[in-house]
Every structure is written in structure tokens, then in C-alpha cells.
């Protein structure tokens, strides 16, 4: 605990530097929120970071583990952070008051798409759980009040309520350990492209994803239109044979709405520009390109009026005008 609040203090520190009103000549000082400590939003955004340094002259950015997921877009609200990796669900969430975030967090914009971040509910194939109907009275561990919230919905779709679940909150690192350990049956874990994590269990473990059924797809895609169920294909992990189908994250980069929108519209341009360092430390990063923000706005998984002015700028610079956007 006294170790997340140095994390939070500094966070505001550096957070009220970059937000005061420094001019846009003066070097800006601010805390990037990345994820879970080991995940794939720590190593992408981590290398995010080193890209927007090398190649932004008026910022200096450091990444920073969040508390919790939950925590980025009430932080990156609060001006305590100049930007944070999320998702479309969680800022939809977020900006609108839904289910934790009991107030409006409209000091946050979009300032691009990241990748098709595809979650998952691991098991080691010695448990004997195939199903989510399986999963009554077992143990699920989550890194995250938000991500619960969203595996719960699943899990009551599935005819399993939440309350017959006992949840346990982790890291992604202290998640596999406890898998491993047998201390928890099953885990949530972001699983595609690839994560290292997970990766690291299928080396040492037989394992498997729990199945989803097409029922409980059709009920989630319909009431979830910003996190539609996708698939991690057969053989992205060793001795895992079958697809894996849970929810996708599509992961968003976000920023407090004070930040010079000149300084977003460079942030863009650097991190289109540079993608291939982004994706040399994750094959997540080969999804970061231009393309992906008029998709999104287009199927409905991006509202244009949540995006950043200076990102607007970008997309108006290069030919490509986003309509209804900041």
C-alpha cells in the first residue's frame, strides 16, 4: 500500500507539471498508465513510451503500473496522469458514469486505437473444468474490479451467477503463480496476440480455455457492442489445440483533455510512424496503423465526439478529416 501511494503521489506531481499551463515550448513532465505489471499493455505501453520520448521533444514520459485497471481513466480524469492505455468499453464506461464509475469522467478523449486486445479464462487441464457451467463454486482470479465486472456478465449469461463464483483479485504474474499453485481453478488473463504469461504456463502445464457456447456469444455480442467476443486461433500456444473465444478489449490510448492538442497531434504522428519498435517489443504493436480509428468509428465501437482535438488535427493533416469529431 505505501508503494502504490509513492506511485500515486509522484503520478500527481508529475501530472500537475504537465497540466498547469507550462507553454508548449517548455518540456512537459507527465506519468503514462500502462497495465498490469507483466501484461501486454505494460510491455506495449512501455515501449509506447520510449517511442513519444525519442520522438516528441516537448514531453518526458514515464511509465507507471495503474493500481488497478479500473483506476486509468479516473486518473488520467484527474490530470494525476498525462495518458493511459484503455479500452472502448471502459472509456464508454467511464465518460458516461456506468457501473463503478459513479461520476462522469469527461476530462478524457481518444487519442488512437491500439490493437484487438482478446481476453481469456484459462484453466490447467488436470482441473477438469471444460465449461463456464464448470466454474460454479470455483475460484476465478481477475487483475481488476472493471475486468470482473465484465467476466461476471459472462459468466451470468452462461447460467452461473456471480455470487456462485469466488473471485480473487491479482496481478497477471500473481495470477499464474496461483494457477500453478492450485490456489486459484481458473484465470483472466489478456491472451492475444500472445502474452508472455500465458505463454510461460503452457510451457510448464498442460492448460486450456474454458469453452464458450454460441448461446452465450450471441447474448454478449448484443449487449456488448464495444468488447464483441473474439478468437485466439488454435496453436498460438503450445499443446493448446482448440480456440480460445472471450471478450475483446479494443485498447485505446487516452488523455486528460487539458494536454496541448498540438502535443497529441506529434504523439500521433510518432507512434503511427514508429509502430514496427512498438511492435518489436509485442506482436500487438503490428496492429497500431492509421486505418484503425475510421474503422472503429464506423462500426460503432468509437463514438467521433470521445476523440482528441489534436488527433482530429492529424487525421485532417494527412487528408483524412474525421467526422464529428473534437
Not at 516528441?56 to 503500473?65: G, H, M
Not at 505463454?199 to 510448464?204: C, D, F, K, Q, V
Not at 496492429?287 to 474503422?295: A, S, T
Amino acid at each position: 500500500m505505501r508503494n502504490i501511494k509513492k506511485v500515486m503521489t509522484a503520478s500527481l506531481i508529475a501530472g500537475s507539471l504537465a497540466l498547469t499551463g507550462a507553454s508548449a515550448s517548455a518540456k512537459q513532465f507527465g506519468q503514462f498508465l500502462t497495465g498490469s505489471s507483466g501484461g501486454v499493455y505494460d510491455i506495449v505501453g512501455s515501449s509506447m513510451v520510449n517511442v513519444i520520448n525519442k520522438n516528441v521533444p516537448e514531453v518526458r514520459l514515464n511509465p507507471s503500473n495503474p493500481p488497478s485497471y479500473s483506476q486509468t481513466p479516473p486518473t488520467v480524469n484527474s490530470g494525476a496522469a498525462m495518458f493511459g492505455l484503455s479500452d472502448a468499453d471502459q472509456f464508454y464506461k467511464a465518460y458516461n458514469g456506468i457501473d463503478e464509475f459513479k461520476t462522469p469522467l469527461q476530462n478524457i478523449s481518444i487519442v488512437m486505437p491500439i490493437y484487438s486486445n482478446i481476453m481469456s479464462q484459462i484453466t490447467l487441464d488436470k482441473s477438469g473444468i471444460k465449461t463456464m457451467k464448470d466454474a460454479k463454486g470455483k475460484r476465478i482470479a481477475v487483475p481488476s474490479v472493471t475486468t470482473k465486472n465484465m467476466v461476471a456478465q459472462m459468466y451470468e449469461y452462461a447460467g452461473v451467477p456471480s455470487d456462485d463464483i469466488n473471485w480473487v483479485y491479482l496481478t497477471y504474474a500473481e495470477s499464474a503463480s496461483a494457477l500453478k499453485d492450485g490456489n486459484v481453478d481458473i484465470a483472466t488473463f489478456t491472451a492475444y496476440p500472445k502474452s508472455g504469461t500465458v505463454e510461460g504456463i503452457a510451457s510448464l502445464e498442460k492448460m486450456r480455455f474454458i469453452e464458450l457456447d454460441p448461446d452465450t456469444i450471441e447474448k454478449w455480442n448484443k449487449a456488448n457492442p464495444r468488447a464483441r467476443v473474439g478468437i485466439i486461433p488454435a496453436g498460438t500456444y503450445p499443446g493448446v489445440d482448440e480456440d480460445g473465444k472471450f471478450y475483446a478489449l479494443y485498447s485505446l490510448l487516452i488523455t486528460n483533455d487539458k494536454v496541448d492538442p498540438t502535443i497529441i497531434e506529434k504523439v500521433v504522428d510518432a507512434l503511427y510512424a514508429n509502430s514496427s519498435e512498438v511492435a518489436a517489443s509485442h506482436p500487438a504493436g503490428a496492429q497500431i496503423n492509421k486505418d484503425n480509428l475510421p474503422k472503429y468509428i464506423k462500426e460503432g465501437i468509437i463514438n467521433s465526439t470521445y476523440v482528441n482535438e489534436g488527433t482530429a488535427k492529424y487525421y485532417k493533416s494527412i487528408g483524412n478529416p474525421l467526422p464529428g469529431s473534437k
